[in-house]
């Protein structure tokens, strides 16, 4: 059964990076063909989509967030990272990691997220 | 961005009620729809996938349909567990976007 588990500082000043790491068990983050997710959903909100890393290492990004974030890999550790800059307090929000599973169709790929974490607030305040 | 909408955005109901959630996407995504379910503090649990696929272990009371640009979530006889905000997400395209949700509370 994977299971994944978001860590990091719950509380980042305006201005500064955020850093979160997700803890991947229950199976190498480096088989198979799985895209590795961040998502985010502020107190009350909806879900946003950050972006993600695939297991080659390949990365994809909301064009929203683009400019301020970076998704690694870190296959000896089996975890994946975010790191998002220059944060205000509009990216005050739960932050999950996901699985995303790819199943090819004829007209494509589509993806789901069948493994998410329990998410870890993240506060932005100075 | 692929924009999704979802009706209503809360809807009070009875256990053994049907259900019927319905999202919107513009333009089309095809096929390329999720549906997702999420308890407060919880993160969301996949329901379907490609519209119309039940996800491993999800109850069959659950179904969903469409394609293109309108799709369904059908809940057959609401359960107390169910009562919970669900979510579409369309896979078609990135970046990913999800629907605004939907609130599904007692009546």
């Known amino acids: 059964q994977v299971q994944l588990q978001e860590s990091g500082p719950g509380l980042v000043k305006p201005s500064q990076t955020l850093s979160l790491t997700c803890t991947v068990s229950g199976g190498s983050i480096s088989s198979g063909s799985y895209y590795w997710s961040w998502i985010r959903q502020p107190a009350g909100k909806g879900l946003e989509w950050i972006g993600r890393i695939y297991t080659s290492g390949s990365t994809t990004y909301n064009p929203s967030l683009k400019s301020r974030v970076t998704i690694s890999l870190d296959t000896s550790k089996n975890q994946f990272s975010l790191k998002l800059s220059s944060v205000t307090a509009a990216d005050t929000a739960v932050y999950y990691c996901a699985r995303a599973s790819p199943m090819s169709l004829r007209s494509g790929e589509l993806s789901y997220f069948d493994y998410w974490g329990q998410g870890t607030l993240v506060t932005v305040s100075s | 961005d692929i924009q999704m909408t979802q009706s209503p955005s809360s809807l009070s109901a009875s256990v053994g009620d049907r259900v019927t959630i319905t999202c919107r996407a513009s333009?089309?995504?095809?096929?390329?729809l999720n549906w997702y379910q999420q308890k407060p503090g919880k993160a969301p649990k996949l329901l379907i996938y490609?519209?119309?696929t039940l996800q491993s272990g999800v109850p069959s009371r659950f179904s969903g349909s469409g394609s293109g640009t309108d799709f369904t979530l059908t809940i057959s006889s609401l359960q107390p567990e169910d009562f919970a905000t669900y979510y579409c997400?369309?896979?078609?395209?990135?970046?990913?976007?999800f629907g605004p949700g939907t609130k599904v509370d007692f009546k």
């Open positions: 333009p089309s995504i095809r096929s390329y």
């Open positions: 997400q369309q896979s078609y395209t990135t970046p990913f976007t």
């Open positions: 490609g519209a119309s």
